[in-house]
C-alpha cells in the first residue's frame, strides 16, 4: 500500500488513480436571479476542470452530474482544503449535497480514472451546481479558518499513534497518526508499518471517505472508529483524534 507523498495537503480524497495535473480553474457564477446553473463540458486524458463557485456558510450546496460519453468523475474541495475532497465520486456516485460550513470558493473536479487517461479517452458531462439558502458570495468572501492549534512543527491539529495493519499477512501494528480538523469534518493522515500512507475523512461524527479506490467500511466499538479498506487494510480511530475533546 505505498503511496507517493506529494505534500500532506495533496494527500486526498481524489482516488490515487485520479490525475495529478490541472488547467485553469473554471469561475461558476449563476444567471441573475437564480439558483444554479448547469455546465456541459469535456475533459480528455489526463485534463481534468476545476469549477469553483463562491458560497456563504450555511448554504445547501448541491452537486449533479449526468454523463453523455466516457466515465467522468467528481470530487468536492471545501475552501482551504488544498486537494483533500470532502466527496469523491469515484467511490460515492454522482449526486451530491451538503450545507456549507464556512464561507469562501468550493470546488468541483472532474476527472477521469488512470485507464482512461492513458488511452486519452473522451469524457462529456452536464454538471449541475445549485446552492440555496441565500446568494452565493462574493468572489473575495473569505474562508473560514478553524482557530485550533496546530502540533509544533507539523501541520496537524493532533498527533497519535493508533492500532492498525496495511498489507496482506501483516500483524497487527501502529500506524503514526496526524488530524487536520475543519468545522464539522476533520482529515486524518497514517503513515502505516510497511512505509505506505492512508488519508481518512470524517465527517459529521463519522468516517465517510478514504483515498483508496474502494469505499471504505466501518464499524464502532465505544468510542473508536474501526474502518477496514479492502481484504487487509484495518485502522482503528478514537473520537479524540479527528474531533478531539
Known amino acids: 500500500m505505498n503511496r ?8 486526498l480524497m481524489i482516488p490515487l488513480s485520479a490525475p495529478l495535473w490541472a488547467q485553469a480553474v473554471v469561475p461558476v457564477r449563476f444567471p441573475a436571479g437564480q439558483t444554479g446553473t448547469v455546465v456541459t463540458d469535456r475533459i480528455v486524458g489526463r485534463q481534468f476542470k476545476d469549477y469553483r463557485v463562491n458560497l456563504r456558510a450555511g448554504q445547501m450546496l448541491s452537486v449533479n452530474m449526468a ?19 470532502v466527496f469523491v465520486g469515484s467511490t460515492s456516485g454522482s449526486n451530491f449535497e451538503i450545507r456549507t460550513r464556512m464561507s469562501g470558493g468550493y470546488t468541483v473536479r472532474v476527472y477521469q480514472m488512470r485507464a482512461d487517461e492513458r488511452r486519452g479517452a473522451i469524457a462529456a458531462y452536464r454538471l449541475s451546481i445549485r446552492a440555496t439558502g441565500g446568494a452565493a458570495a462574493h468572489p473575495t468572501a473569505p474562508a473560514h479558518h478553524p482557530a485550533d492549534a496546530l502540533v509544533a512543527g507539523t501541520p496537524y491539529h493532533a498527533t497519535s499513534i493508533i492500532r492498525c495493519r496495511a498489507s496482506a499477512g501483516a500483524a497487527m501494528g501502529q500506524c503514526k497518526a496526524g488530524v487536520i480538523r475543519r468545522p464539522g469534518s476533520a482529515t486524518v493522515h497514517l503513515d502505516t508499518p510497511d512505509g505506505g500512507e492512508r488519508t481518512i475523512n470524517f465527517r459529521d461524527g463519522r468516517a465517510v471517505s478514504s ?7 466501518v464499524t464502532r466499538q465505544g468510542d473508536t472508529s474501526v474502518i477496514r479498506i479492502g481484504q487487509y ?3 482503528e480511530i478514537p473520537d479524540a483524534l479527528p474531533f478531539g475533546g
Open 233 to 235: 487494510e484495518y485502522y
Open 211 to 217: 483515498d483508496a479506490s474502494v469505499a471504505i467500511r
Open 4 to 11: 507517493v507523498r506529494l505534500a500532506f495537503a495533496a494527500a
Open 67 to 85: 454523463t453523455v460519453r466516457g466515465a467522468p468523475y467528481f470530487n468536492v474541495i471545501e475552501p482551504g482544503a488544498g486537494d483533500v475532497a
